[in-house]
């Protein structure tokens, strides 16, 4: 049974999470952390992981990337490994994550989805046979309306998995609106849509000669997203010092 600490409880993602953990037999949430306690749960809510005094065995994460520096002194303090889900985080706080890693386990990952992480795996074969047999690589991402970031940042990182199967010889272009020329058989092109309710879509298409391929990812609610992180924390309970991301925990299934 891998004792869980939810940081971020009372958040969307925390209460999706907390759903999950009760129909879970091998995880339980023993404690959430959250500056707003105005949640039903079943386990002691604490302002911070520093006051927290509830044994753990990892922390999850699904907060603001305003709290991200204290929590990872904390949980360096507490020796608590890490699965640190919440985005946006600042270039100085991405390589402070990089050297808490060197003292606990931290998985961070552009999307929580086992789904989305298998595709990553899949792209990269077929990048292999078809941009090597000279078709086109696109990725077209939608997302709902209130998302400000594009493209988003599963679609950068489906890019770069790509292009690291074809040894970094491609260069993203996200806009041809201003551009006036054949395209270029080196570049990966990234659309963004935003609209609606959309909770994530993603497709990679290969496109050739009279044939067309897409490997496609929908996800119909956030629950796929707590899925992972729920996936994650089991992954990472008792793993040494060190980065890891969910292309491990595929790996250790």
Excluded at 103 to 110: C, T, Y
Excluded at 174 to 190: A, L, N, T, V
Excluded at 203 to 214: N, Q
């Amino acid at each position: 049974m891998v004792k869980i600490i939810m940081h971020g409880c009372n958040g969307h993602m925390g209460q999706v999470i907390t759903g999950l953990v009760k129909e879970d037999a091998n995880a339980e949430i023993v404690a959430g952390i959250d500056m707003n306690d105005n949640g039903q749960n079943d386990y002691p809510v604490f302002k911070s992981l520093a006051e927290c005094d509830v044994p753990a065995d990892v922390v999850v994460d699904f907060s603001s990337y305003k709290a991200a520096d204290a929590l990872l002194d904390a949980c360096k303090e507490k020796k608590l490994p890490l699965v640190l889900c919440t985005t946006g985080l600042t270039e100085d706080q991405l390589k402070k994550v990089q050297e808490t890693s060197k003292e606990i386990p931290v998985l961070r990952s552009a999307n929580m989805s086992l789904g989305v992480n298998t595709l990553m795996k899949l792209v990269q074969a077929a990048a292999k046979v078809l941009a090597e047999a000279g078709f086109d690589m696109e990725i077209v991402e939608k997302h709902h309306k209130l998302k400000c970031d594009a493209p988003s940042g599963t679609a950068i990182a489906l890019a770069d998995s790509l292009n690291a199967a074809m040894d970094n010889q491609y260069h993203y272009v996200y806009d041809r609106s201003q551009r006036h020329e054949q395209r270029d058989p080196k570049e990966i092109g990234i659309s963004a849509v935003r609209g609606g309710t959309i909770v994530g879509d993603h497709d990679v298409i290969f496109a050739g000669p009279d044939e067309v391929v897409t490997l496609s990812h929908r996800a119909y609610s956030k629950g796929v997203f707590g899925k992972g992180a729920v996936e994650a924390a089991k992954f990472l309970a008792g793993k040494p010092a060190g980065m890891y991301d969910m292309q491990d925990v595929i790996a250790a299934k």
